[in-house]
Each structure stands twice: as C-alpha cells, then as structure tokens.
Antibody
C-alpha cells in the first residue's frame, strides 16, 4: 500500500539549514509528484513545493530563495532543504503524494522546532 | 495568489443535523479539493475535484460548486465527523489552502 514517512532533526537552531527526508513505498517517484506541506502549531496548511515525476520542481515563491527539493529514486526518498531558518518556520512538515492537483496520501508529519 | 476563505471558522452542530461548510476563492477556479484533519493526525483527502468522495468517505458527505464558490455538505451529522476541514485549490501556483472550518459535535 501507499505510504510516506517524514524524518528529520526535530530541533534546528535559528539561521541554520533544515534537512528533511520523505521515504515512500507503494509507488514510484518516477510516476507521481511528491509535495511538501507544513502546518505551524494550531494553524493552517501551507504548500511548500513539489518534485514532479520527471524530477522538475516548483516552489512557493514566498520560500523559493531558501528552498531546495530533490530526490533519490534508488532509495525512494524525497529530500527537502531549507536554509536560514527562523522561528516562524517551526511547524509540522508533511510530505504527500499528489494525484493531479490534489494530495491523495499524506505522511504522519514530522515536527520541526526552530530554537536556540 | 488565490486566497481561499472558509466559513464559518468554527461551528457546532448536533448529531443528525445537516451542515454546510463554504469555501470562496478570490478568483475563478476549476475545482476545489477538501481534506479532513482530526486532532493530532495528518490531513486526509476527503473530496477531490469538487464532488468526488475519496475512498472510504461516507456518502452523507457531498461537495458542489463552481467558479469562486464551493461547499461541502454533511447530511445527518455523526460524532465521528468532528474535525477541521480544509479546502485547497490547484488551479494556480502557489497552491493554496483555506484556513479551515473546525466542526464540533454538540
């Protein structure tokens, strides 16, 4: 069955770089788009960006200058890197599988706290 | 950027009631998608392309709309429907979500 699972450091210091991994199973990264979405505690959802089945990427323009999404198809992993982290980047980060323009499967999420 | 405004922000209703959640876009879009998020869990796709129920979603749920105005209706509310519901558009970048409607059961 389709599964996604996020992993990451949990705590990141301000101004440092966040690296998250989304490990997928039950589908191929060369057939589906994988998207990152985040949710600050108690708040709504924000689309971060995506990597298409052909490896091309699209990013939220508000985050684009700090963001990189890549993949390792041999490991079925999608990687998110975001630099210059601030406290407002503290959130639960989800990876999702996109089907067309909606998200049909979600990972459980990983909490990222930006704090010194 | 297309902004999605959901209303109400919070609502409480009793089991058996019929409730309607709305989502309005700042410009015309082709579809809306809905997600259900229960407390402490990740969102789940609930309705895609305005009116298509996701797998396992009870048929007391329905979705409709066009242009800038969309809605999700629950006929005969059940306690398990307590959650926050988010709408989402994929018509333009950046993809955006509404701020959610929190549905409580009395």
């Amino acid at each position: 069955q389709v599964q996604l699972k996020e992993s990451g450091p949990g705590l990141v210091q301000p101004a440092q770089t966040l690296s998250l991994t989304c490990s997928v199973s039950g589908f191929s990264l060369t057939s589906y788009t994988v998207t990152w979405v985040r949710q600050p505690p108690g708040k709504g959802l924000e689309w971060i960006g995506e990597i298409w089945s052909d490896g091309s990427t699209d990013y939220n323009s508000a985050l684009k200058s700090r963001l990189s999404i890549s993949r390792d198809t041999s490991k079925s992993q999608v990687l998110l890197k975001m630099n210059s982290l601030q406290t407002e980047d503290s959130a639960i980060y989800f990876c999702t599988r996109a089907r067309g323009w909606y998200f049909d499967f979600w990972g459980p999420g990983t909490m990222v706290t930006v704090s010194s | 950027e297309i902004v999605l405004t959901q209303s109400p922000t919070t609502m409480a209703a009793s089991p058996g009631e019929r409730v309607t959640l709305t989502c309005r876009a700042t410009s015309s879009i082709n579809y809306i998608h809905w997600y259900q998020q229960r407390s402490g869990t990740s969102p789940k796709l609930w309705i895609s392309e305005t009116s298509k129920l996701a797998s396992g979603v009870p048929n007391r749920f329905s979705g409709r709309g066009s242009g800038t105005s969309y809605s999700l209706t629950i006929n005969s509310l059940e306690t398990e429907d307590a959650a926050t519901y988010y709408c989402q558009q994929g018509y333009n970048y950046p993809l955006t979500f509404g701020s959610g409607t929190k549905l409580e059961i009395k």
